[in-house]
Each structure stands twice: as C-alpha cells, then as structure tokens.
T-cell receptor, first 115, second 109 residues
Framework: AQSVTQLGSHVSVSEGALVLLRCNYS??????LFWYVQYPNQGLQLLLK??????LVKGINGFEAEFKKSETSFHLTKPSAHMSDAAEYFC?????????????FGSGTRLSIRP | DAGITQSPRYKITETGRQVTLMCHQT?????MFWYRQDLGHGLRLIYY???????DKGEVPDGYVVSRSKTENFPLTLESATRSQTSVYFC????????FGPGTRLTVT
C-alpha cells in the first residue's frame, strides 16, 4: 500500500543547530516528492520538490532534501536553524507523474526553535 | 492577483445549519481539492474535481457536497453542520504540485 510516514510529530532544536525532519514512503511506482511548510493561520507553501534527476534538491529558506531510493526516504535538512523556521512541515508524495495521480500527505512535524 | 483564495476565512455556525465555503483559483488548473486539517489527523481529502462538472469523493466525504460549474470555482457545502465538522478547511489546485489557499477556520457550535 502507498503511504507516507513522518517520524516525530514534534521536533525541537536550538537556534543555529541542524534541522532534520524525516520522511519515509512506500510506493510501487516512482514517486514525486514534496515538502510543504505551514506557518500559523496560513495555508501550505511549497518548500521544495523532487521529480527526476539530481537527488539532492534545494528549496527556499535554506532547506534541502535528498531522495534516497534505497531507503525510500526524503528527509528535509537545514544546516542552521533560525527562529523564523518554527512552523509545521508536511512531506507529500505523488504516486505517478500526472496531475490525476494521487497525492498523500504525511501527518506533519511541528518544528520548534529554542533561543 | 493570481492565486487561490478562500472565503470566508473564519466562520461560526450552529449545528444543523447549512454553510458553504468558497474557493476560487485564477490559474485555470484542472484539478481542485478540498481538505480538512485536524490535530492528530493531518490533512484529509474530502472531495476533489478533475474538471468542471467532474467531482469525486476523497477520504472523508460524508456530510459534504461539492459542485464545480466553472473551472475556477469549487465550493464546499456542509448541508447540515455537525460539531465534528469543526475544522480548518483548505482548498488546493494543482498543475503539478499543489497550491493551497489560506484556509477557512470553521467552528460549529
């Protein structure tokens, strides 16, 4: 069955520390992978996406993610956390290449930043 | 401005009342979606539409009705609101990745 799992519903890091948010998926077809960020009282905003090609993708606000097919993972990282990174982060996977393909969202990870 | 908008942003209604949440997109995307977001459940798909006059159920469609007479609009109606429908509702459209509206916070008392 197709699924998306985000490990850790809440992650807390110190300002300046490495951010690592985990996402694993199960799929029988090549996945297309996304990370979204949601700030309080706002909709979801695309951070980055992987479709094909280079497995390390860079997004906005200094975030990046690496697609590891062998591990079925797409973890999100940022070398140095900033207070403004505090938000909810969602991993999403499209199972197929067309707009009609199903997208499944992970349950989200709330990132807190300690001063 | 190009984008996807939702109205109202906040709504309080009583149990049993009908309420309609509006969604409008300016890109002419074929696919549009309605999600609800609740603590502990993440985003759950209510209904989606592949084009005008084509809609289909998602994961949690009970108690909701949608229509899509025009490509740019995708209203969601709660025919008889219940407290369990208190939630934040997001509309989205897709060209490749999904673009989300700002959400409607609905409280049913």
């Amino acid at each position: 069955a197709q699924s998306v799992t985000q490990l850790g519903s809440h992650v807390s890091v110190s300002e300046g520390a490495l951010v690592l948010l985990r996402c694993n998926y199960s799929s029988s077809v090549p996945p297309y992978l996304f990370w979204y960020v949601q700030y309080p009282n706002q909709g979801l905003q695309l951070l980055l996406k992987y479709t094909t090609g280079a497995t390390l993708v860079k997004g906005i606000n200094g975030f990046e993610a690496e697609f590891k097919k062998s591990e079925t993972s797409f973890h999100l990282t940022k070398p140095s956390a900033h207070m403004s990174d505090a938000a909810e982060y969602f991993c999403a996977v499209r199972f197929g290449s067309s707009s009609a393909s199903k997208i499944i969202f992970g349950s989200g990870t709330r990132l807190s930043i300690r001063p | 401005d190009a984008g996807i908008t939702q109205s109202p942003r906040y709504k309080i209604t009583e149990t049993g009342r009908q309420v309609t949440l509006m969604c409008h997109q300016t890109w002419s995307h074929s696919y549009m979606f309605w999600y609800r977001q609740d603590l502990g459940h993440g985003l759950r798909l209510i209904y989606y539409s592949a084009a005008a006059d084509i809609t289909d159920k998602g994961e949690v469609p009970d108690g909701y009705v949608v229509s899509r007479s025009k490509t740019e609009n995708f209203p969601l109606t709660l025919e008889s609101a219940t407290r369990s429908q208190t939630s934040v509702y997001f509309c989205a459209s897709t060209e490749y990745e999904q673009y989300f509206g700002p959400g409607t916070r609905l409280t049913v008392t």
